[in-house]
C-alpha cells in the first residue's frame, strides 16, 4: 500500500493533461497513487487520460456524469486508502519535488497537515504566492485562512486522512466555489499540527484554461460562496481567538471582507434574483461608510449608490467610469 494518493478532478481539459500528468510521474518520490475522477467530460479527457497512463499502475481512472468540483473530490477523498491525501487540479502542475518534500516534513515533525508556496502561471508573468503563516499556531492559522493570508486551496497541502475521518471533513456537495476553504476551515478549527515549507512547489495556471474559476463569477458562485460565510460561527473560533484579541479582530474582519466581495460580485452580475442590497444587509452601514472615504468613480462608490437604493446610477455610472478608464488605457498604451 503507498503512502500517498493524489486526487486529480478532471473536466475537459485536454489541453493540459500531459503537463498535469507528466509533473505528477516525474516525481522524486514513488510511493504513491493518482486517483484521476474524469466527471463527464465532452472534450475526450478520459481517453487521453487512459493514452497517458496506460503504461503506469500507479494510476487509476473513474469515469462518471457529471457532479462538479466538489461532489468529484469527495468521490475522491472517500476512496483514499493512504496514509496522507493531496489535490493537483487538471489544469496545474507541480515540482519533481512536491510529494517528497511535503512527506519528509509531515513525518519529521509529525504534522497533520503541511503547506507550501505555490506560483501563479499568467500568459506573460508568473507570480509567488507565499503561503508564510502568521504562526503555526491555530488561531493564527484561522485567522490567515479568513482573511486570505494563507490559500484555503487543498491543492498545495498534505492532509493526514485519519484527522479528515476522526473529524469528517467533506467537500460541500452544493458549492463549487470555496469549497475547499469550506473543507479546510472546518478542519483546521480542530486545533491540528500545522507546519509550512517556504518552497514553491505548485504551479497554478491562472490563464489557460477556460474552465478556471478565476474566469468568472456566477450566481452558483456567489450562492457557493455565501454558503461559506454562512457556516461560519463564532464556535469555530472562540476556543482560540476570545473577543478583543488580534486574532479574533482579524477573523471578524476577514468575514466582513468576504461578504463584501461577495456583494461585489453580485453587483458585476447584475441579476434581479441576487439582490446586493439584500445580500448581507447587515454589512452595508458598513460599507458605505467605508467606500465614502473612496474617490466617487471607484466600484465601491457605485456599490454603495446601489445599497442606497440608487442601483440604475450605480450601475451607469460604474459603466461610464470604466468605459473612461479603458479609453484612457488605451491612449495611454498607444503613446
Same mark, same amino acid.
Given at each position: 500500500?503507498?503512502?500517498?494518493?493524489?486526487?486529480?478532478?478532471? $473536466? !475537459?481539459?485536454?489541453?493540459?493533461?500531459?503537463?498535469?500528468?507528466?509533473?505528477?510521474?516525474?516525481?522524486?518520490?514513488?510511493?504513491?497513487?493518482?486517483?484521476?475522477?474524469?466527471?463527464?467530460?465532452?472534450? +475526450?479527457? &478520459?481517453?487521453?487520460?487512459?493514452? *497517458?497512463?496506460?503504461?503506469?499502475?500507479?494510476?487509476?481512472?473513474?469515469?462518471?456524469? /457529471?457532479? &462538479?468540483?466538489?461532489?468529484?473530490?469527495?468521490?475522491?477523498?472517500?476512496?483514499?486508502?493512504?496514509?496522507?491525501?493531496?489535490?493537483?487540479?487538471?489544469?496545474?502542475?507541480?515540482?519533481? =519535488? $512536491?510529494?517528497?518534500? *511535503?512527506?519528509?516534513?509531515?513525518?519529521?515533525?509529525?504534522?497533520?497537515?503541511?503547506?507550501?508556496?505555490?506560483?501563479?502561471?499568467?500568459?506573460?508573468? @508568473?507570480?509567488?504566492?507565499?503561503?508564510?503563516?502568521? #504562526?503555526?499556531? =491555530?488561531?493564527?492559522?484561522?485567522?490567515?485562512?479568513?482573511? &486570505?493570508?494563507?490559500? +484555503? @486551496?487543498?491543492?498545495?497541502?498534505?492532509?493526514?486522512?485519519?484527522?479528515?475521518?476522526?473529524?469528517?471533513?467533506?467537500?460541500?456537495?452544493?458549492?463549487?466555489? %470555496?469549497?475547499?476553504?469550506?473543507?479546510? %476551515?472546518?478542519?483546521?478549527?480542530?486545533?491540528?499540527?500545522?507546519?509550512?515549507?517556504?518552497?514553491?512547489?505548485?504551479?497554478?495556471?491562472?490563464?489557460?484554461?477556460?474552465?478556471?474559476?478565476?474566469?468568472?463569477?456566477?450566481?452558483?458562485?456567489?450562492?457557493?460562496?455565501?454558503?461559506?460565510?454562512?457556516?461560519?460561527?463564532?464556535?469555530?473560533?472562540?476556543?482560540?481567538?476570545?473577543?478583543? #484579541?488580534?486574532?479574533?479582530?482579524?477573523?471578524?474582519?476577514?468575514? $466582513?471582507?468576504?461578504?463584501?466581495?461577495?456583494?461585489? %460580485?453580485?453587483?458585476?452580475? /447584475?441579476?434581479?434574483?441576487?439582490?446586493? !442590497?439584500? *445580500?448581507?444587509?447587515?454589512?452595508?452601514?458598513?460599507?458605505?461608510?467605508? #467606500?465614502?472615504?473612496?474617490?466617487? %468613480?471607484?466600484?465601491?462608490?457605485?456599490?454603495?449608490?446601489?445599497?442606497?437604493?440608487?442601483?440604475?446610477? +450605480?450601475?451607469?455610472?460604474?459603466?461610464?467610469?470604466?468605459?473612461?478608464?479603458?479609453?484612457?488605457?488605451? $491612449? =495611454?498604451?498607444?503613446?
Amino acid at each position: 500500500m503507498p503512502v500517498i494518493t493524489v486526487i486529480v478532478p478532471v $473536466y !475537459n481539459s485536454v489541453d493540459f493533461l500531459e503537463r498535469c500528468i507528466a509533473s505528477i510521474k516525474n516525481q522524486s518520490f514513488h510511493d504513491f497513487e493518482v486517483i484521476l475522477i474524469d466527471d463527464g467530460s465532452s472534450d +475526450g479527457s &478520459g481517453e487521453r487520460l487512459k493514452q *497517458l497512463t496506460e503504461d503506469d499502475d500507479r494510476f487509476k481512472l473513474l469515469i462518471r456524469e /457529471n457532479h &462538479g468540483v466538489s461532489q468529484t473530490r469527495q468521490f475522491g477523498i472517500e476512496r483514499v486508502r493512504t496514509k496522507y491525501v493531496t489535490f493537483v487540479d487538471s489544469d496545474d502542475w507541480v515540482a519533481n =519535488t $512536491y510529494l517528497l518534500d *511535503l512527506y519528509t516534513e509531515a513525518e519529521e515533525k509529525h504534522c497533520d497537515i503541511v503547506s507550501c508556496d505555490l506560483t501563479k502561471v499568467y500568459e506573460d508573468h @508568473s507570480e509567488l504566492f507565499s503561503q508564510a503563516p502568521t #504562526s503555526n499556531s =491555530t488561531k493564527d492559522l484561522l485567522a490567515d485562512l479568513m482573511i &486570505g493570508k494563507i490559500w +484555503g @486551496s487543498c491543492c498545495n497541502k498534505l492532509v493526514r486522512m485519519s484527522c479528515i475521518e476522526r473529524f469528517g471533513a467533506s467537500f460541500h456537495p452544493e458549492m463549487n466555489m %470555496w469549497e475547499d476553504l469550506h473543507f479546510f %476551515w472546518n478542519l483546521m478549527k480542530h486545533d491540528l499540527k500545522y507546519s509550512y515549507i517556504p518552497k514553491s512547489l505548485y504551479f497554478y495556471d491562472c490563464f489557460s484554461s477556460g474552465n478556471s474559476i478565476v474566469r468568472y463569477r456566477k450566481a452558483p458562485h456567489i450562492m457557493s460562496a455565501k454558503i461559506f460565510v454562512d457556516s461560519v460561527n463564532e464556535e469555530d473560533f472562540l476556543p482560540y481567538c476570545p473577543p478583543g #484579541s488580534a486574532a479574533y479582530e482579524r477573523i471578524k474582519r476577514g468575514i $466582513y471582507q468576504r461578504k463584501c466581495m461577495i456583494k461585489r %460580485w453580485a453587483f458585476h452580475l /447584475n441579476d434581479s434574483k441576487i439582490s446586493v !442590497n439584500d *445580500l448581507f444587509y447587515e454589512v452595508n452601514e458598513q460599507f458605505i461608510s467605508e #467606500s465614502s472615504q473612496e474617490p466617487l %468613480w471607484s466600484e465601491n462608490q457605485c456599490i454603495a449608490l446601489a445599497l442606497k437604493g440608487h442601483a440604475a446610477a +450605480g450601475h451607469f455610472l460604474f459603466r461610464v467610469f470604466e468605459f473612461i478608464l479603458r479609453l484612457k488605457s488605451r $491612449y =495611454t498604451g498607444n503613446k
